[in-house]
Every structure is written in structure tokens, then in C-alpha cells.
């Protein structure tokens, strides 16, 4: 087992975060299980005293054709999977290209644009423990019960990479803010959206330090400079908090907040 030392104002998205040891995971056998996996951080959200970490090694950053199957690594980007499936012309996965994040984080949380989910082509992932089929994973909207590392996705593999798409999830993506933050703050609570009900509340450019939720996208908490973790998480209890009051609505966090009180 190696570590490396991974300064997370500078790593993740939401350029938050200590600098600290994080565990290289190279082979299955060597899984701490009291180490929490993360993969490029865009959806993460870390404090001052985050659990262990561990995170995939390169040899996980690989993606290959084999009997008629797509097989990507745990570890490969987004990018580089929507810019294979480009180049050899291969279907449904054209949303990837507009969606940050590596493979193992898209299918721990079922990732996608409206009904366009990565879960869509899976048929089985390879987990440290072994092959599990996707009918064995508990899965819905931004949700799976995966709780140990994906080292590797097999996929269905179809024909016929569509450029409309493309250019319809770029427009999808058009209204989210560029600057630093870690994706969606909250999961759309059924039959509503929860931009909207952070808007209501009257929180949408609100500053906290240098903390908001966005003017551009009132779900998207960005750092406007040198944002702290204690900042973006007294936004997050501040719009559940009236969300419950206002409307009756549990809003739930889609970022992984990750910091032992």
C-alpha cells in the first residue's frame, strides 16, 4: 500500500478541503474497509477531518472492447469514456461528455441527465468482492446500495453515437454555473425541483463568506474565492431548514459531505 499527498482546495471541484495522506488502492486485496473511496472529487464536499481516504490507482483508468461488451476501469474519466465511445461510434453514452467524474463515482451514484442514466447499459460491475449483475444492485434516481470500491463496468454495447444528443445535453448543461462547486447540492425532491425551492426560500445569491448558492442555478453551492468548509455547510442546514419550514420538504444532500464532528 502507498499513499499520496492530495491538497483538496486545489483538487476538488469545490476547491475545499485539507491537504492529506489518501491511500492508493492497487489491488483488491489491499481494501481498508475503514477508508472511504473517492474518485475525482466533483461531487464532494470535505472538511477538516475527513475519514481515511483511498482512491483507485491509474491501473484502474482503462476502457476496452472485449466480446462484443464495453469494460471501462473504475478509475477512467468521464471524457475519456465519451471520447472512445466517439471515435468507435457507440451509443447512449453521448450524456458523459457534458458529466464530470470518473467511472466508479457515476455508477456509485447512478449518474445521468433526466432519464439518461448510466445504469441504463450496465450489466454488471466488478467490485473487490467480486462480480455483482445489475440485478443485484439496488438502484434508483442518484442512488445505488454499492458500498465497497468498483474496480471495473461491463456494458451493453450498441451503435451509433448521435451528435443531437450532444448538443441537447450541452443545452441542459448551459445554465450551471463555471465557477468552483461540487455539482447539484440537493437531490430534486419528487414532482419538484430543489433550484426552485432554495429560490423560494430566498436564498439564491446569498453570500456566506464566500460561499452562495448560485445566481445562475440556486442548487449549485459555489466558491466564490476562498470559501470554507464551515461556510458552505451553514448554507446547506440554512436552506433544509427553511425548505422544512416553508414547504414540508426533507431537501437531501446529492454531495457527499465527508468530515468527522
Not at 500500500?1 to 492529506?20: A, D, E, L, T
Not at 475525482?40 to 490507482?57: A, E, K, T
Not at 471515435?87 to 447512449?92: G, V
Not at 458529466?99 to 467490485?127: D, Q, R
Amino acid at each position: 500500500m502507498h499513499y499520496k499527498s492530495i491538497n483538496f482546495s486545489k483538487y476538488s471541484s469545490i476547491k475545499i478541503g485539507p491537504q492529506i495522506e489518501v491511500a492508493i488502492l492497487d489491488d483488491a486485496n489491499e481494501y481498508l474497509r475503514d477508508h472511504y473511496l473517492i474518485g475525482s472529487c466533483n461531487n464532494v464536499l470535505i472538511g477538516d477531518n475527513p475519514p481515511p481516504l483511498m482512491m483507485l490507482s491509474k491501473k484502474y483508468d482503462c476502457i476496452t472492447i472485449e466480446n462484443s461488451l464495453l469494460k471501462v476501469g473504475g478509475a477512467t474519466p468521464s471524457g475519456k469514456i465519451a471520447s472512445f465511445c466517439k471515435k468507435h461510434n457507440i451509443a447512449n453514452f453521448e450524456f458523459l461528455s457534458h458529466l464530470p467524474g470518473k467511472l466508479g463515482g457515476l455508477v456509485y451514484m447512478n449518474a445521468g441527465l433526466k432519464e439518461y442514466e448510466i445504469f441504463n447499459s450496465l450489466i454488471s460491475i466488478t467490485t473487490t468482492s467480486g462480480i455483482k449483475q445489475k440485478n443485484e444492485i439496488v438502484h434508483g434516481y442518484r442512488f445505488t446500495n454499492i458500498n465497497e470500491p468498483i474496480l471495473e463496468a461491463t456494458f451493453e454495447l450498441s451503435y451509433g453515437y448521435d451528435m443531437q444528443k450532444v448538443a441537447m445535453f450541452k443545452k441542459m448543461r448551459s445554465n450551471q454555473p463555471s465557477t468552483p462547486s461540487a455539482g447539484s447540492c440537493f437531490k430534486n425532491p419528487e414532482g419538484d425541483y430543489a433550484g426552485r425551492l432554495i429560490e423560494a426560500v430566498g436564498l439564491k445569491g446569498v453570500m456566506q463568506g464566500e460561499m452562495c448558492f448560485s445566481l445562475e442555478h440556486a442548487n449549485f453551492l459555489v466558491n466564490t474565492g476562498a470559501g470554507t468548509f464551515q461556510d458552505a455547510m451553514i448554507l446547506i442546514n440554512m436552506a433544509k431548514k427553511r425548505v422544512k419550514e416553508q414547504f414540508g420538504i426533507d431537501l437531501e444532500c446529492e454531495i457527499v459531505i465527508l468530515n468527522q464532528e
